[in-house]
């Protein structure tokens, strides 16, 4: 089965690699399930979970860890919608797929996936390159350079607000003041 269009959940766990086809079955009102073992079971309709049409997300534009290892050289990211839970298809640089519960991740999401803040990120390095901070050695305008390697700027950073303020449109505490801010600023 092919694991980038389709996740099948039985009795709660993921077994999309293990699986060669699923059919519903109208006359028995249940799930044929043919494993690649060659092996065909039948389940009950409220026992299995067949997903499809999963949002296709740009892997450069996240950082996810889970247990508090970072995954690295992610290659692509299918994201499967089902009525309770979410569950992300990674596929790695070394040919390798995993399945996983959206709970089970930690995942930073890049503001620059927002219009309004890459816009802003954009009108920044544009600005940096008018800096005449050069390399005195190779004359390499070095505001610039350094803007140009930035590719993702973590939803969790200070950056986030000045990109993006509309953000700062968060929870206001007693005092009015945005609880977003540390206390001393307050």
Not at 101 to 121: A, D, G, K, M, P
């Amino acid at each position: 089965m092919n694991t980038r269009y389709y996740m099948v959940i039985i009795k709660g766990e993921i077994k999309t690699s293990r699986i060669m086809s699923c059919v519903y079955n109208r006359n028995t009102q249940k799930w044929d399930v043919k494993f690649n073992t060659g092996k065909t079971y039948s389940y009950a309709y409220l026992n299995v979970e067949k997903l499809s049409d999963p949002d296709v997300l740009n892997p450069n534009m996240y950082r996810i860890s889970r247990d508090g290892r970072e995954f690295f050289d992610i290659k692509a990211i299918y994201v499967f919608r089902s009525t309770y839970e979410t569950y992300w298809h990674i596929c790695f640089g070394d040919g390798s797929e995993r399945d996983y519960r959206r709970s089970e991740l930690y995942i930073i999401e890049s503001c620059l996936t927002q219009s309004q803040s890459s816009n802003v990120f954009e009108y920044i390095k544009q600005i940096a390159g008018l800096s005449n901070i050069r390399n005195e050695e190779t004359g390499e305008k070095l505001l610039s350079k350094r803007f140009d390697k930035i590719s993702f700027v973590g939803s969790d950073v200070a950056l986030v607000k000045y990109l993006n303020p509309s953000l700062l449109q968060g929870k206001k505490n007693r005092t009015g003041i945005h609880s977003d801010f540390p206390i001393w600023m307050q």
